[in-house]
């Protein structure tokens, strides 16, 4: 059974770090790209929005405009893990965190539209506030 179960969530300060855990089991992150998305409060009608991705060819990375320089994507196959990096956090990042695997498509390839994407955790809950 494919399984993925997002951790490291909380209550930081503006510019405050935190480290996302996003821990796989019944398929292999290393196969697939992985993506990280993020739903804000009462941004439900618009679903979530693409934050970063990571792919499986040659471990490239991407970022979406308003993370870039701040979060960094990683990927530890032997603990089939992915991480998310967040640092210099800013309150517009309050959000429920989530990865998930691109399962249509070229599954080894990242792209922006979450409708690729499946196999959704629960998410973890980031609030920046003071």
């Known amino acids: 059974q494919v399984q993925l179960v997002e951790s490291g969530g909380g209550l930081v300060q503006p510019g405050g770090s935190l480290r996302l855990s996003c821990a796989a089991s019944?398929?292999?992150?290393?196969?697939?790209?992985i993506g990280w998305f993020r739903q804000a409060p009462g941004k439900e009608r618009e679903g979530v929005s693409w934050?970063?991705?990571?792919?499986?060819?040659?471990?490239?990375?991407y970022y979406a405009d308003s993370v870039k320089g701040r979060f960094t994507i990683s990927r530890d196959g032997a603990k089939n893990t992915l991480y998310l990096q967040m640092n210099r956090l800013k309150p517009e990042d309050t959000a429920v965190y989530y990865c998930?695997?691109?399962?249509?498509?070229?599954?080894?390839?990242?792209?922006?539209?979450?409708?690729?994407?499946?196999?959704w955790g629960q998410g973890t809950q980031v609030t920046v506030s003071s």
């Open positions: 998930a695997p691109r399962l249509r498509g070229r599954q080894t390839m990242c792209i922006t539209n979450p409708a690729d994407f499946g196999s």
């Open positions: 019944g398929f292999t992150l290393d196969y697939y790209a």
């Open positions: 934050v970063s991705c990571i792919s499986t060819i040659d471990g490239s990375t």
